[in-house]
């Protein structure tokens, strides 16, 4: 099928996803002028979505600012930027309060069955939390928040939506050839129904397209999330920072008939404790032996421990056993967890849950400042596509929803205080249509299946929650040959959205295989066995990977 002749599209600003991140940026930019969003599914169908657990937010007279601070920090394992971290978690009731302002409900004490100051928030506790903090919607609080952002967003006049569109590239200054400083002019965009390239022309340009959890081949992330926004700003050459930082949430369900379940960490914060099965058969606690906050130890401490005794015993999961609170509380904390257990054969007030680790979000992405600012002008990244120094080497959990609601307001802030700054500093210039050169149709589709299973496959056999310096270079190796295939593919044959997404995936992949090779030490998600120790003289020292600009 040959690409029908490519649309020139003029907007104020551009909008690359559709979760919490780019919603919210979008929203406060339609003050300032028309907002393109693009999202390559529904708009409905982002990594947001799928969030259980809360948003990590001050409410409680008994928490503090620096007490969420100290959490973070601790969690980051030295890596976190503290001015960045302490703005965010101070600026996080404010942002909070926007959400409800435009229709999202959050569960309250009297939804729980608590008399007591029923109006007050529910606040869970999970994993690396010293306090509760963690507001929640039940256990479907990423689907409440973008539930009240897509309407309200559908209801603004200024935003159009560009559903079942993927962003091929960003266009930029030095990509088209233009001399002088490097601006952000717009994106090349694929309209998957017409298969048509379309030339989106902007403002500015905001990167919200998610996390890369289907780099690898155990995911809670959906589909979608194949690191589109880290892959164009890698292309539009925007420094990427701390790749070797991928987590593994620890408890994702173990069962044939569900797929990329995710097992809340709110679990263990209401006293879940995992637990493996002994050579007796019987169920035993193991988190003593890892950590003082046992169950409820940071991410990266629990998955590497759950990823020990697997190996050690040749179980297939391990457990979480909540079998001491009531069935009444549970159908009430997690409606949507019990529900879905249920319809599997599991009470999870009688029967222990069976979990294992898998890829889950990604802390390292786009170097950007605190209001997303990529360096260059006009450009910007925010959410989980972006690296602000907020989760330094492991992000604290519920930290994700925050800094995406925080650092997109302020995004939008300071794009709408310097629209005319940034307008004026547009090169002026004829923009090149899209070209598909000498491209033809392919009879090779097969290929992109093989490449984007054997990524997966080598990516969690060789860079996953345990690495060695042996088992990077095996993957260095393949992923070289795997990209050699695929750029000769992308451009000898015509754009699909497989081919798309195939060469962010690979991108990715070569980007977190250099960056864990670089660091040489464990620290936070980096753990190698030949470098097991943390070295203090790294400490807050980023593992920071630039494309040559002359690269082609």
Known sequence: MALAKSRLLHFDHLVIGSGLAGLSAALKLAKSGSVAVVSKSDASECNTRYAQGGIACVLDRLDSFEEHLIDTMDAGDHLCKKDVVERIVREAPAAVKDLIDIGARFTTLGDMGIEKDSSDFHLGREGGHTKRRVLHAGDITGEEIHRALLEACRKEPRISFFEQHIAIDLITSWRIGWIGDNVALGAYVLDIKSNTVKTFVSVSTVVAAGGAGKVYLYTSNPDVACGAGIAMCYRANVPISNMEFFQFHPTILYHHKAKNFLISEAVRGEGGVLKRRDSRGELVEFMDAYH??????????????IDNELKR????????????????????RFPNIFSKLLDLGINMSKDPIPVVPAAHYCCGGAETDICGFTGINGLYAVGECACTG??????????????????????????????????????????????????????????????WD??????????????TTKRLERAKSRIKNIRREIEKYYWDFLITKDIVELRNISCVAELIIDSAAERKESRGLHYTLDYPERDPGMDFKDTVLKRPRNMD
């Open 313 to 332: 015993s040749g179980q297939p999961c391990a457990f979480i056993d909540i079998r001491g609170k009531s069935e009444e509380f549970l159908r009430l």
């Open 454 to 467: 054997e990524i997966r496959r080598f990516m969690w056999d060789y860079v996953g929650i345990v690495r």
């Open 390 to 451: 907020l989760h330094g080497a492991n992000r604290l959990a519920s930290n994700s929803l925050l800094e995406a609601l925080v650092v997109a307001g302020l995004c939008a802030g300071e794009i709408e205080s310097n629209f005319e700054k940034l307008k004026e500093k547009r090169p002026t210039g004829r923009i090149p249509a899209w070209s598909s050169g000498k491209a033809t149709d392919s009879d090779e589709l097969v290929v992109i299946a093989h490449n």
């Open 292 to 305: 003082p906050m046992k169950s409820l130890a940071p991410r990266d401490i629990v998955a590497r421990a």
